[in-house]
């Protein structure tokens, strides 16, 4: 079961600092909050579906084509129902449905869509190492980066473990596939047992590794890897600053992109 | 909460969060497209066996394990976001009440930090525990999913909670499994690894185990409740449930 979502290529975004493109992805998280209506963010979904194929990221958003499919539908369906507008175009009983809502849940749908596309375009381009150093030169402390890249470097052995674990009781006959969804969560439970207890067991061993190699979670440290900030790199954070400083213009001084007022 | 930051400057603890962060991880990804319930917000979380039993046996290295957890989770399904931020928050509460509320949420609580079988009080503390840990995730993930357009609270908040008691009621059995082999055979049970005792019954535990549960029971339950100020409640629901952490 391969895990990873990024992809080996040597585009723009791949040589791009880790800082930037985490900064990057706060800020484009930030200007898609700043409107809710569908024209702004569905021109902001279009301009990150493009930086996607630019960053080689078309394989991760096929791979997620339908929860991307699935969650813009969903949006869109739902939040007509759960929101109010003065235009009304369709009632029965007590269901309602305005102008507004409609647009209002398209919007959604959008922006959803652009989280998701903004996410898989850091994942893709983006290694977790890269990630981990990253944060750690934003200063983010270092024992919790630490239990961040030492978790996600663990993650492919346990599911490897699991597996072996589930091949093995499917072989003496468990049956997994079949029944409904409760049966099927009731008998992931006994592989759980045996996934917990081997998975538990590394933490005594790794612990005594890491002592026994003077490891102490408030010392100072150097790094082999240290990332660097490049002119372009300041490019970019400028570029998507100005880009927050409009968007939030717009929003609140403009009231520009705005179908529901009180919501964001 | 003083053990939550403490914990940090302690290497085993350190591991734990990062092993229990895996486990967690692994499940999740795992999973994460098999039964949907809303695409890329929740799906049936198989995971979810592990919250209070992670919560309970590591502590405070079981919150912060189940809160990356649930972001690496997302990083790897694909879904990550805004809202994995509020993914944090609220898996790392499923693990910060079950081992804050063991000895403090009176008259529900057990009288000594250990898990019995046969002892009622174990189970009353367990049972209560889990469904007002899964309310409080379910109002803090449900509200900042709400006010960020993801999807309605009144929708996302009931799924949340539901998809947790199941999962922390079919998780007794893993708790059961396992507490023997992690308190003696390996000695990771987190009082041990710290070497505290945790809050036991004190007026001050009592008070925040009980602000705790009345802020995550008005939440779930405001949206039940026609003529109500929904909103005012469910906002009012989060600081009480941030308040009583912050006392625990």
Redesign the interface.
Same mark, same amino acid.
Do not use: C
């Given at each position: 079961?391969n895990?990873?979502?990024y992809s080996d290529d040597k585009t723009w975004l791949h040589s791009l600092d880790p800082r930037t493109k985490l900064f990057g992805t706060t800020i484009v @998280?930030i200007v898609c $909050?700043c409107f809710?209506h569908p024209l702004h963010t569905g021109a902001i979904a279009l301009c990150m579906f493009a930086l996607a194929l630019s960053a080689g990221a078309q394989k991760?958003i096929w791979?997620?084509r339908?929860?991307?499919l699935?969650?813009f539908l969903?949006?869109a369906m739902?939040?007509p129902f759960?929101t109010s507008g003065k235009t009304i175009v369709w009632t029965w009983k007590s269901l309602k449905l305005t102008r507004e809502s409609i647009l209002y849940g398209l919007?959604?749908g959008f922006?959803?869509s652009t989280?998701?596309i903004?996410?898989?375009i850091?994942?893709a381009t983006t290694k977790n190492e890269e990630i981990t150093d990253g944060l750690i030169k934003m200063k983010i402390?270092y024992?919790?980066a630490?239990? @961040?890249s030492?978790? $996600?470097r663990?993650?492919p052995?346990?599911?490897k473990a699991?597996a072996t674990i589930v091949q093995a009781q499917v072989s003496r006959g468990l049956d997994l596939e079949s029944r409904n969804?409760?049966s099927r969560?009731?008998k992931?439970?006994p592989l759980?047992?045996p996934?917990?207890?081997s998975?538990?067991?590394?933490?005594?061993l790794?612990?005594m590794a890491?002592?026994s190699r003077g490891?102490?979670?408030?010392m100072q440290r150097t790094f082999f890897y240290e990332p660097t900030m490049t002119k372009r790199d300041w490019i970019i954070l400028y570029f998507l600053a100005a880009l927050l400083f409009i968007s939030l213009y717009m929003r609140i001084i403009l009231n520009m992109g705005v179908v529901m007022p009180g919501?964001? | 909460m003083r053990y939550a930051f403490l914990m940090w400057n302690n290497t085993r603890m350190i591991v734990l969060v990062a092993v229990s962060a895996a486990i967690y991880a692994a499940a999740l990804a795992a999973f994460k497209t098999a039964i949907p319930l809303i695409p890329g917000i929740t799906e049936v979380r198989v995971a979810g066996i592990f919250l209070m039993t992670f919560g309970f046996l590591f502590g405070p290295a079981g919150a912060w394990g189940l809160g990356i957890g649930n972001v690496i989770g997302d990083l790897l399904g694909g879904t990550l976001g805004p809202a994995s931020i509020a993914g944090f928050f609220g898996n790392f509460l499923l693990g910060y009440l079950p081992y804050t509320m063991w000895l403090t949420f009176f008259p529900f609580a057990e009288t000594s930090y250990e898990w019995n079988a046969k002892n009622p009080r174990s189970w009353s503390a367990y049972i209560s525990i889990n469904v007002i840990s899964s309310f409080a995730c379910a109002v803090t993930i449900g509200l900042m999913v709400d006010a960020l357009g993801f999807v309605p609270y009144a929708v996302v908040s009931r799924i949340i909670a539901i998809n947790n008691i199941i999962g922390n009621f079919l998780g007794v059995i893993l708790l059961i499994a396992v507490y023997d082999v992690t308190k003696n055979q390996l000695g990771l049970l987190w009082i041990d690894v710290m070497r505290v005792k945790p809050v036991g019954l004190s007026v001050r535990g009592i008070c925040g185990a009980w602000i705790i549960a009345i802020g995550s029971i008005a939440g779930i339950c405001a949206g039940f409740i026609p003529g109500l100020p929904t909103t005012a409640i469910i906002w009012s629901s989060l600081m009480l449930i941030i308040l009583g952490s912050l006392i625990l």
């Open positions: 079961m895990l990873s979502i @998280f $909050l809710n991760a791979k997620l339908y929860i991307i699935m969650l969903f949006s739902l939040w759960f919007a959604m922006r959803l989280f998701v903004t996410g898989l850091l994942m402390p024992p919790l630490f239990a @961040f030492t978790a $996600l663990l993650v052995t346990f599911v699991g969804i409760i969560f009731g992931f439970i759980a047992v996934m917990f207890i998975a538990i067991r590394y933490t005594n790794l612990a890491l002592e490891f102490s979670p408030d919501r964001i | -």
